[in-house]
């Protein structure tokens, strides 16, 4: 074999590596993204599970999120206080000072409290029981039932009580991944330290509500009269709190006349409505002796008034 026959395809490879070489130098430079250093650290400092469990595609995602300030230093929900120490050192902040999330479903219409349209006996998933007729409940913004959020949960934090589910926030780590496959949207995030939440999502008339379910919101409006902070407002006739002006009074909890309102405080409210009730007795004996004086002083009026004449 001769030796040209060797060194010319050799030769030809060398000269096209160099070529392209070259032309991926410059497209390098000429498609050159700068990236913000910060996202490599905050990436460095995240455990690369790639889980999705936080709701981003991927740690690469979450690491950009959290650099543009659009997600908090503790979006890693399985990395846990660890990671967000971590990523809170990257970006200055104190991992403390970040509020927890938790979800909470917004519905109590459970087995006891809800009415039905019909008898669902299918298989047991909650988009395809929403899929007829919204659901088998009269209210068409209630809990399906089926338990959906419960299969995809990881952590244990989601049951099924008497046809409805029920976040556990202890367990809770804000995925997100119950909110994102519940069909009826009734799930959502809210503060770890917030101890009061309207359980309804239903935008129906108060005259609805009231036929359909035993404790949802009717938009009466009492709540939002009686809030010292301002923090509860109805708009399309469903409350719903300002979880930064809430004090957790137990106020709002207290008048609801359905009791759509959940409160982590039972007790506290239930001396404040024993307190209430004890003013309203004790505001209906002064009416009633204020009306029994005048009467006496009427009836001793028309008496003197009979003796002089």
Do not use: W
């Not at 770890?192 to 309207?198: E, L």
């Amino acid at each position: 074999m001769e030796i040209s026959a060797i060194l010319t395809p050799m030769v030809f490879l060398g000269i096209a590596g160099a070529f392209f070489g070259i032309i991926l130098s410059i497209a390098s430079k000429v498609f050159y993204v700068e990236v913000d250093p910060k996202v490599a650290e905050v990436r460095d400092a995240l455990p690369g599970a790639n889980c999705g469990a936080c709701g981003f595609p991927g740690c690469d995602g979450l690491a950009e999120a959290i650099a543009n300030g659009t997600s908090p230093v503790n979006g890693c929900v399985i990395g846990g206080a660890e990671t967000a120490e971590k990523v809170s050192q990257v970006m200055g902040v104190n991992a403390e000072n970040v509020d927890r999330n938790v979800a909470v479903v917004h519905c109590q219409g459970d087995c006891d409290k809800a009415k039905n349209k019909y008898d669902y006996n299918d298989l047991v998933d909650c988009r395809l029981i929403a899929d007829y007729q919204q659901g088998a409940k009269a209210c068409n913004y209630g809990c399906c039932g089926g338990g959906t959020c419960v299969s995809v949960c990881e952590f244990d934090a989601i049951h099924m009580v008497n046809g409805v589910a029920v976040v556990d926030k202890e367990k809770c780590v804000a995925c997100m991944k119950c909110i994102n496959i519940c069909p009826k949207k009734i799930i959502s995030l809210r503060p770890y330290k917030s101890k009061t939440v309207v359980e309804c999502k239903s935008l129906d008339s108060g005259k609805v509500v009231r036929n359909n379910c035993s404790i949802g919101c009717i938009g009466c409006g009492i709540c939002e009269k009686n809030c010292p902070k301002d923090a509860i407002h109805v708009e399309n006739n469903l409350a719903s709190i300002d979880y930064d002006k809430c004090i957790n009074c137990g106020i709002c909890v207290s008048k609801c006349p359905t009791g759509a309102i959940y409160c982590e405080y039972p007790e506290r409210v239930e001396k404040m409505k024993q307190k209430e009730k004890e003013k309203k007795e004790k505001e209906r004996q002064a009416k009633i002796a204020e009306a029994q004086a005048k009467k006496a002083a009427a009836e001793k009026k028309a008496l003197e008034n009979k003796v002089t004449s």
